[in-house]
């Protein structure tokens, strides 16, 4: 009986109506399919075009095995029930990832295919538990950068990005190429992956004997970052919100009077008549060409926050309706979230809508200067997050849905690139695999201003950069609930800013308390504005601490570039977890409050109240602090001393 066969290619097995299929995908890596039933697909969620590479196929009766560089996949059909599994091996034969077996009498599959209605399948793949440390996936809110041992939702959710791609301590990265919304396991007993509906099995692997080969081979396969514009290297301005056009550039005219450095300010929601009108409010911004200018005059960047959501009140609303542009529910209203207004999501997967918002967006904003945009919203956020109740053109939810925040950043790129805009970079909410090469700055989300949440946007930024997602930030001072007249408050916000120095991108952003009432002209109360989120809005001990971390970040202006330079041809985090930096320490793959930002900087973060000193690891080499110019040779454990306005950050002595 002949199990086994090749294309030119690919080495393909069949049984009982499953065709799985193993083929490179780029140096080093191969794309695994496999489909119960039919013709295996391409579907391009997040992987581009591999460059051919040579392999070498073995096959025999029972066994067969390709190999492409330094990795290598062995197929075994096993002598009871005639399944495959597949065991994935580096260049030394030392086993990577290996599939489960069907232990005999169990019959258990490491593919399982249960059918739905409709046509497709709920899918669970599982793995042997390795000895293993997993970075990576995305960013979710916890204090752990290693997944072993944990379980996470593949779904998205405000503060919550699934990017299915990890990088092992084994010397492997791992991409689950499966929009579905889902879960995943790395259990003590085995790894298993879940996808509520799909339509075949789709996985990418790489070996590598580095994480820096690891996230070079995953950058070729999904695409690298873009080139950050100049704008990105600074200071970005931002609050809760900006309600008027005087408001927005008197803040900006103030940065100048006092000589303080900004590239960016924001201009954040409902600055609309409704939402889904794609335009500033005349009666708040009566003239947003003369805003924009005098902005560009004082050498600040504009960014305009632009939300998915159409409101069934919305101008373009029935339009975008009739021409079936808008997301579907499946039962119930056609509304997808009520914040404000009812409103439901434009359909980001489908070109047409893409095409129409994107036509709205440049006549109302880019034509008038306008060069970034803040793509909130974008998981989207669903009222309920009934995942299984809503459908897109390329699909339901429950199979694509995770695709969201990928395509509605690709409808801003493919038009402003369209446009003449060079390098595009814009803010995102959320991101999946792929997403970076659509320029996608993400940030964390609407976090609450506590020290808890703080030390898990560290974590969420490290585990952001294994994933494959360079261009990160996060609310300095976090998002809700921060009272600027709180010495508490003022005392994180001091902490978060001067770590915010040393992220990609520095950035002040938040709800601040107490709020201040809004009305329209015709005496209606508008959405609220929040309290001063300027630097000088904290008393004057926090001011000059915040203004010596302005200038800290101008001073780094050059280094920041040379790292974006290098993380755009070489797919590297900007903010490099310990092990990522020092594979070869094992202390450091335990370490989750302190990183590497760049190759030159070691940081690391006071996140506790009241604390004036913290704990410090120096890996191999020589370091100085930054601060005292003490030189410490590593590795060695130290205590650092961290006064209110220090953060401690050690600088790597280059050996001349």
């Not at 919100?241 to 201009?267: H, M, S, T, W």
């Not at 309706?321 to 009520?338: H, S, T």
């Not at 320029?439 to 609450?448: E, T």
């Not at 000088?536 to 920041?560: A, C």
Request: aromatic share 14%; net charge negative; hydrophobic share 35%.
């Amino acid at each position: 009986m002949r199990y086994f066969e090749r294309t030119e290619n690919a080495l393909i097995w069949k049984n009982r109506g499953e065709t799985l299929m193993v083929s490179p995908w780029g140096e080093d890596s191969f794309r695994v399919r496999s489909v119960p039933i039919g013709e295996i697909a391409d579907d391009r969620f997040a992987l581009l075009e591999a460059e051919e590479t040579a392999c070498d196929i073995e096959i025999s009766d029972m066994k067969a095995s390709i190999r492409n560089g330094r990795i290598r996949a062995e197929i075994t059909v096993d002598n009871w029930h005639r399944y495959a599994h597949i065991t994935f091996m580096d260049a030394d034969g030392r086993i990577l990832l290996e599939e489960t077996e069907p232990q005999n009498a169990l019959a258990l599959r490491c593919r399982l295919f249960e059918p739905q209605l409709g046509g497709d399948y709920a899918l669970t793949v599982t793995f042997k538990a390795q000895d293993e440390h997993i970075y990576g996936m995305g960013q979710y809110q916890e204090e752990t950068i290693d997944w072993k041992m944990c379980t996470l939702e593949l779904a998205h959710r405000n503060s919550q990005a699934s990017v299915p791609f990890y990088v092992s301590d084994r010397g492997y990265g791992f991409l689950w190429h499966n929009p579905s919304v889902g879960e995943v396991s790395f259990a003590k007993n085995r790894t298993t992956w879940k996808a509520r509906a799909t339509r075949q099995m789709d996985y990418w692997i790489c070996a590598g004997e580095t994480p820096a080969r690891i996230s070079y081979l995953y950058a070729k396969a999904t695409g690298f970052a873009p080139e950050m514009p100049e704008y990105g290297l600074g200071f970005w301005q931002s609050k809760l919100r900006y309600f008027n056009q005087e408001q927005l550039l008197e803040v900006a005219r103030e940065y100048k009077r006092r000589g303080l450095p900004i590239d960016v300010i924001v201009c954040d929601f409902f600055h609309w008549p409704r939402m889904g009108d794609y335009r500033f409010d005349e009666r708040f911004f009566p003239d947003p060409d003369k805003m924009v200018a005098e902005l560009k005059e004082m050498g600040i960047e504009l960014m305009v926050s632009v939300w998915p959501q159409i409101s069934l009140n919305s101008e373009n609303y029935q339009e975008m309706n009739q021409q079936g542009l808008l997301v579907r529910a499946e039962y119930g209203e056609q509304i997808g979230m009520r914040f404000v207004e009812d409103s439901m999501f434009f359909d980001a997967t489908n070109p047409a809508a893409r095409k129409y918002v994107w036509e709205k967006v440049k006549k109302n904003y880019y034509d008038k200067g306008i060069r970034i945009f803040w793509l909130d919203e974008a998981e989207p956020e669903w009222g309920t997050y009934d995942f299984g109740n809503y459908r897109y053109y390329m699909g339901s939810n429950l199979r694509v849905g995770n695709l969201y925040p990928q395509y509605f950043a690709r409808c801003f790129w493919d038009g402003m690139k369209e446009s003449g805009l060079e390098k595009p970079v814009n803010l995102l909410r959320c991101a999946w695999a792929g997403s970076q090469r659509y320029g996608a700055l993400v940030w964390s989300g609407d976090i609450i201003c506590c020290w808890e949440d703080f030390r898990k946007q560290l974590c969420a930024g490290i585990g952001m950069g294994y994933a494959g997602i360079p261009w990160w930030t996060t609310d300095i001072g976090g998002f809700h609930f921060g009272n600027i007249y709180d010495e508490g408050f003022r005392e994180l916000l001091v902490r978060w800013f001067e770590w915010g120095t040393y992220c990609p991108v520095m950035r002040i952003h938040g709800d601040r308390q107490p709020k201040k009432d809004v009305f329209y002209p015709d005496g209606r109360m508008s959405l609220d504005t929040g309290n001063g989120n300027e630097v000088w809005s904290f008393g004057d001990e926090v001011y000059e601490i915040l203004k010596k971390y302005l200038f800290r970040r101008e001073e780094l202006r050059p280094y920041v570039r040379k790292v974006m330079e290098n993380t755009h041809r070489t797919g590297a985090p900007v903010m490099r977890g310990m092990y990522w930096e020092c594979p070869d320490d094992p202390v450091c793959r335990e370490i989750r409050d302190q990183y590497f930002f760049g190759d030159r900087y070691l940081v690391a973060p006071v996140m506790e109240p009241g604390k004036r000193k913290r704990n410090v690891y120096i890996p191999g080499e020589k370091w100085q602090n930054i601060e005292n110019a003490e030189v410490i040779e590593g590795p060695e454990w130290i205590t650092a001393d961290a006064p209110l306005d220090v953060i401690p950050v050690f600088m790597r002595i280059e050996e001349k």
